[in-house]
T-cell receptor, first 110, second 114 residues
């Protein structure tokens, strides 16, 4: 069993919809939880990170962590075609190692 | 402009040849990383370095080698011992002080070995 599970999609939604992206994990020792966005043929870029359970909001993006269920989510409000990308969740295993989900490909249709 | 550069963007090699991928950063970051990305899989850590002249194996180090002689540079050599070298290779860096969650990536090198 992988330490981090993420549905690869693709997930296709119409412009303006609310998008929900999710990851589950098995290691209760994970502390930091990150969401990275990767455009095609580019390197990933950090969108958001959270340390504890709860919600963190940044503009149209909200990251949610539920440690009791070992479940994290990223919500995108008022989705735009420019949000079309692959979204990778990552979790910190040690001071220098992250464990990554497979990434979910998101397509926002105009 | 601060950032990470990787070269070349595309690389083609014959089986049995060693190849070195370049990674340079001007962010003054202490830590640097090499990942491999294959379709349908998450990023897998090959090697990482927390400080100059020191590096550690990641989960899939077999068939790869690195050096960290300068803070700015962390080249990766894909040797002929790597069984399946065709992949997208990503280099990243992060500030020190345990801020490994904040990784900055280069544009990647797509290596094709035939």
């Amino acid at each position: 069993q992988k330490e981090v599970e993420q549905d690869p999609g693709p997930l296709s939604v119409p412009e303006g919809a609310i998008v929900s992206l999710n990851c589950t994990y098995s290691n209760s020792a994970f502390q930091y939880f990150m969401w990275y966005r990767q455009y095609s043929r580019k390197g990933p870029e950090l969108l958001m990170y959270t340390y504890s359970s709860g919600n963190k909001e940044d503009g149209r993006f909200t990251a949610q962590v539920d440690k009791s269920s070992k479940y994290i989510s990223l919500f995108i409000r008022d989705s735009q075609p420019s949000d079309s990308a692959t979204y990778l969740c990552a979790m910190r295993k040690s001071n220098y190692q992250l464990i990554w989900g497979a990434g979910t490909k998101l397509i926002i249709k105009p | 402009d601060g950032g990470i550069t990787q070269s070349p963007k595309y690389l083609f090699r014959k089986e049995g040849q060693n190849v070195t991928l370049s990674c340079e950063q001007n962010l003054n970051h202490d830590a640097m990383y090499w990942y491999r990305q294959d379709p349908g899989q998450g990023l897998r850590l090959i090697y990482y370095s927390q400080i100059v002249n020191d590096f550690q194996k990641g989960d899939i180090a077999e068939g790869y080698s690195v050096s960290r002689e300068k803070k700015e540079s962390f080249p990766l050599t894909v040797t002929s011992a790597q069984k399946n070298p065709t992949a997208f290779y990503l280099c990243a860096s992060s500030p020190g002080g345990g801020r490994s969650y904040e990784q900055y990536f280069g544009p990647g090198t797509r290596l094709t070995v035939t």
